[in-house]
């Protein structure tokens, strides 16, 4: 079993950043891919990114590429998502999750365990 929850959500002006971390538990998390989404209001959930359970490979939606950057230390359990020039779409709960794929995965079903979220607001 492995529990996550995320920390680190607030409200932030636009062109700000915000650091999310995922404190997780279990001893075979860093054998885990660990995913991020969010959800805004009346919205589905939407894949962020992903890191592979090594960290050696990530993958971002086209939406936060090149703004957000996916971490992870297996020392600590935890991984982080660094958000850079936040926008006000990206104003959602964002969650961390953790899957036993072997493979990066981006749908929401794919993954096993899942956070609580924290709620991002980014707003002038």
């Known amino acids: 079993q492995v529990q996550a929850v995320e920390s680190g959500g607030g409200l932030v002006q636009p062109g700000g950043s915000l650091r999310l971390s995922c404190a997780a538990s279990g001893r075979t998390f860093y054998r885990y891919n660990m995913g991020w989404f969010r959800q805004a209001p009346g919205k589905e959930r939407e894949f962020v990114g992903a890191?592979?359970?090594?960290?050696?490979?990530?993958y971002y939606a086209d939406s936060v590429k090149g703004r957000f950057i996916i971490s992870r230390d297996n020392a600590k359990n935890t991984g982080y998502l660094q958000m850079n020039s936040l926008k006000p779409e990206d104003t959602a709960i964002y969650y961390c999750?953790?899957?036993?794929?072997?493979?990066?995965?981006?749908?929401?079903?794919?993954?096993?365990?899942w956070g609580q979220g924290t709620r991002v607001t980014v707003s002038s």
């Open positions: 999750a953790a899957g036993a794929s072997v493979l990066i995965r981006v749908r929401p079903d794919e993954y096993d365990y």
């Open positions: 890191i592979s359970w090594s960290g050696g490979n990530t």
